[in-house]
């Protein structure tokens, strides 16, 4: 499993200085607003603590600065009007809000997995269940019989794949470094980016965005020696790939965690030495039907080819392996475990926000781990004796950790960069202390996370196995885990053998970040598969960024430069509360905040769009163009002006609600078509740059800028590969005239609020 995404939020803390606004950034990393208890040594029920108490809502976060040649002072992302203007009153305190959701002044911590770019399968899972583990030294109820454990030679075990790893291949669970990104890693990715600078924005404090790589494991030690090299330089080329990636979407983490860093490898060596003490690692044989390319042992139920025992998934024979590995005791934990996942019962609603103390969403997900655990959870396999190429087991160095001890502590060390002390506050450095040392160490910078962001086909190991070991370690568990879907191309799974591999950096490199951020965040309904195909990709980016935005932006900018020299006319708090762009923009900013709060981030993406669209209706109905000509009355001309004042100020609201998915494109807007605080675009205040009156009488737009988004075109490569489809689809009665309706369906359905 490898890199996660761990988000703390680190916003703006403004203080006034000298003429504006002056912005000090401060913050560690985020705490979050609801966690669990640390267990004890025989963990009880599990409740979620109450949040932290509301802080003050009255931050301004902005840039000093006045807008030169403007009467109005360029404060933040609002114009301080003179004192003839009329703006609105500041924005109120926001509405309550799902307690997962950011808060002002609250930390708030959000994780990814550490993605996983082509592995797959389960690992050694012993038969042990609760009362049915006499076998395997575990007694009934799960609990250790020390004695007759000791005294008996270790027992084989039987194989079983309880959980499987999936190889769809365009959703890679963590980064393992033993292959170049997909778009599955940037998914998951780009979705942890958009909820940090919407918490940012919310002025959550601190957040903080963590990421990094899996760089252990037998099949990237075997992928070094097929290209000559050692894994470690090979691991450190991939790494770099995988920043390179980030960097090309806008995303840019506050940590970077590799599971071969000296402080990952103290952290897990710590924690696995609190979980040995506790006695919950012990040893055991087991033997099994092995595939090297999913690095998993295989259930014989699963494989195909009779005797030849093939893996499904690479069409290969696997091999018989027996191994004489370390167990953890997670059947140790299944009533804790079962409460836990027993929180917040119910149904999906219709966009409605999942129940407050539900731990894993969406609750179809929930119900399905739910009664995978009610069937009983089996011991699992922490280590490995015929992979060299990972951290060596502490007391037994012949063995090294495997995936799930190793992995799934990144989350933890990315926020130790020294690592863990010895001890607990006041204790030895040979005290057992139940996981103090850790808790406290973990607790200064704000562990544990508030969501946990992970692929529906690794839900049970986030779910089950990640909380068992936290329990087992004394350290606090995530408020929430949730699960999203798969990605597939042009209706059909991705694979090298295909041909049809979604490349990022290629996809970042034809049309930009901002178009590739917007279209998976709008397209694919978080936590629901989501499908990817050039030509529908082109047609749902034009339609909302360059049609219905950036089109709006453009022309409310021309006609006030040419009829009142770029000087707004009047200040967008003289629109009437019941001018249908105001009212759309009212009720867009609070379906968007809604939309974040519960991770909709598509909704929330068509919620900004249709801020946009009802300006752009707006001018449509009132054509201030018209006003322009001679002989109009003053009146009219009047009336036109206010229509493009409220037309931009739509611009202006929809940026903000935006900028937590496509932030390049909100700041070229704020800043070069609007003319605001430059600083300030790139740090927008959610509750006061969101409300309704934020530019002013007098205030001048910059000279007229290029288009805020150029319409894009189709590649070369993805013209002809639509080409070859048409094509196809001609031969068998398709294309003409159908297509073409189909392309309108798209573009119209792509700036549809709520679609």
């Not at 916003?11 to 267990?39: D, E, F, I, N």
């Not at 053998?497 to 049309?511: E, I, K, M, R």
């Not at 201030?624 to 229509?643: I, N, Q, T």
């Amino acid at each position: 499993m490898a890199a996660a995404c761990s988000v703390s939020s680190r916003p703006p803390v403004c203080r006034r200085g000298g003429r504006g606004v002056a912005t000090t950034v401060t913050g560690a990393v985020v705490q979050m607003s609801s966690k669990l208890p640390s267990p004890p040594a025989d963990t009880t029920a599990i409740r979620l603590r109450p949040l932290i108490a509301r802080l003050g809502l009255g931050r301004e976060v902005g840039a000093s600065g006045r807008h030169t040649g403007s009467m109005a002072t360029a404060r933040g992302l609002r114009t301080t009007p003179t004192a003839a203007s009329g703006a609105d009153a500041p924005a109120s305190a926001a509405a309550p809000r799902p307690p997962a959701a950011p808060r002002r002044g609250e930390p708030y911590i959000l994780t990814t997995p550490l993605y996983y770019v082509r592995g797959g399968g389960g690992e050694p899972i012993s038969t042990a269940r609760k009362g049915v583990g006499e076998s395997m030294g575990v007694a009934a109820g799960g609990r250790t019989r020390e004695k007759e454990r000791s005294a008996a030679p270790p027992r084989r075990v039987s194989l079983a794949l309880a959980l499987s790893r999936s190889h769809h291949p365009s959703h890679l669970r963590h980064c393992q470094a033993n292959a170049e990104p997909h778009m599955g890693s940037a998914y998951t990715t780009i979705a942890a980016d958009a909820l940090t600078r919407y918490a940012r924005a919310r002025g959550a404090a601190p957040v903080t965005l963590i990421t990094g790589t899996d760089e252990h494991g037998e099949k990237i030690a075997a992928s070094a020696a097929d290209q000559g090299t050692s894994p470690q330089a090979h691991v450190d080329r991939l790494a770099g790939a995988f920043s390179a990636l980030w960097a090309s979407l806008d995303i840019a983490p506050d940590a970077f965690i590799r599971t071969t860093a000296p402080n990952h490898e103290a952290v897990v060596a710590h924690v696995l030495e609190t979980v040995w003490r506790k006695g919950d690692v012990y040893k055991a044989a087991y033997e099994g039907w092995y595939c090297v390319g999913c690095e998993a042992y295989k259930d014989a139920e699963e494989l195909t080819g009779g005797d030849d025992r093939v893996c499904p998934l690479h069409a290969k024979p696997c091999v018989s392996r027996s191994e004489e590995n370390y167990f953890f005791r997670l059947s140790r934990y299944q009533d804790d475990i079962l409460q836990l996942l027993e929180q917040g019962g119910g149904q999906e609603g219709d966009g409605a926000p999942p129940p407050p103390s539900s731990f894993v969403n969406p609750p179809a997900r929930r119900n399905e781990v739910l009664a995978w655990a009610r069937g009983g959870l089996r011991d699992f396999s922490i280590s490995r004796a015929a992979v060299s190429w990972g951290i060596p087991l502490p007391r037994d160095p012949a063995q090294t950790v495997y995936v799930w001890f190793d992995a799934l502590l990144g989350y933890a060390s990315a926020l130790l960069p020294d690592g863990l002390p010895a001890k607990a506050p006041g204790g030895s450095a040979d005290d057992d202390d139940g996981g103090a040392a850790a808790a406290a160490a973990l607790a200064a910078v704000g562990w544990p996370p508030a969501v946990h962001l992970v692929g529906k086909d690794i839900l049970r190991f986030h779910a089950v196995y990640w909380p068992g070991m936290l329990l087992s370690a004394g350290l606090p568990l995530p408020a929430s885990v949730y699960a999203h879907g798969f990605l597939t191309k042009d209706g059909m799974k991705m694979g090298k053998a295909l041909g049809n591999v979604l490349d990022p950096g290629a996809l970042v490199a034809a049309y930009g970040p901002d178009a590739v951020r917007f279209f998976f965040m709008r397209e694919v309904a978080f936590g629901s598969d989501g499908d990817f195909a050039a030509p529908r990709f082109v047609d749902t980016v034009n339609a909302a960024l360059a049609n219905t935005v950036g089109n709006l932006a453009s022309r409310a900018a021309a006609l006030v430069h040419k009829g009142w020299g770029g000087r707004l006319p009047a200040g967008a708090g003289d629109v009437a509360l019941d001018n249908p762009a105001r009212a759309s923009a009212t009720a867009g900013a609070a379906a968007a905040s809604a939309a974040y709060d519960r991770l909709a981030l598509h909704d929330a993406a068509a919620a900004a769009v249709s801020v946009a669209a009802a300006g752009n209706g707006l001018l449509d109905a009132a054509a201030p163009w018209a006003a322009l000509k001679e002989g109009v009355s003053e009146e009219d001309k009047a009336a036109a002006g206010l229509a493009l004042v409220a037309a931009l100020e739509a611009v202006r609201v929809s940026a903000i609600l935006l900028h937590p998915i496509t932030p390049r494109l909100s700041e070229r807007l704020l800043a070069e078509c609007l003319g605001l605080d430059v600083a300030a675009a790139a740090a927008p205040d959610w509750d006061r740059d969101g409300a309704w009156g934020g530019l002013c009488a007098d205030h001048l737009l910059p000279p007229a800028p290029p288009p805020a988004f150029a319409r894009l075109e189709l590649s070369a490569a993805d013209a002809a590969a639509a080409a070859s489809e048409a094509g196809g689809s001609k031969k068998k009665g398709g294309g003409g005239v159908g297509q073409k309706k189909k392309k309108e369906k798209r573009e119209a359905a792509a700036v549809a609020p709520g679609a």
